[in-house]
């Protein structure tokens, strides 16, 4: 009798307190630009979270590696426009490698990420999504509020130059 293991996620939701001043000023923007504000500053601290992961994927054959990707989370899982998620996850389709004769075979990456990052009977577990995430957390939040600023002021001059 086999004992299954459920497969373990990071799956962290961020609330950031003393970024008063930023929600006021996002606040003022209109919808569209209140919205790519949120989603570059958004980007820009998930693709931390995606380099620290590249950084720590143990290599056999760069397969994984090349698999790490980071981008907006698909429509059936977002919350509303108001809420983007954003996530770092292993491309679903691996590489395609032809071998002799022109037969093509694609590696399964996602399979084998979850075997890296939690082991099995066979091979210990060698985390490399969860130390990223460890240890990028703080960074990705100053990267969050140093974009989302940069954006803010970005679109308020850009409003001064419509509205004048």
Known sequence: MGVSRASQIVDANFKIKGLDALNKELKKLPDDMRTKALNGALLASTK??????????????????????????????????????????????????????????RSN????ARIVEEGSS????????RQAFISTRGQAVRVFAKILDKKIAFFNKKLQRLRS
């Open 48 to 105: 931390i979270l995606k380099d620290r992961a590249i950084a720590y994927v143990p290599v056999d054959t760069g397969n994984l590696r090349g698999a790490i990707k980071a981008g907006r989370a698909p429509k059936k899982q977002q919350v509303s426009k108001w809420n983007p998620k954003y996530k770092v996850s292993i491309k679903k389709k691996g590489k395609v490698t032809i071998l002799s004769r022109g037969k093509k075979r």
């Open 122 to 129: 066979k091979m210990q577990p060698r985390p490399f999504m």
């Open 109 to 112: 990456s996602t399979f084998y």
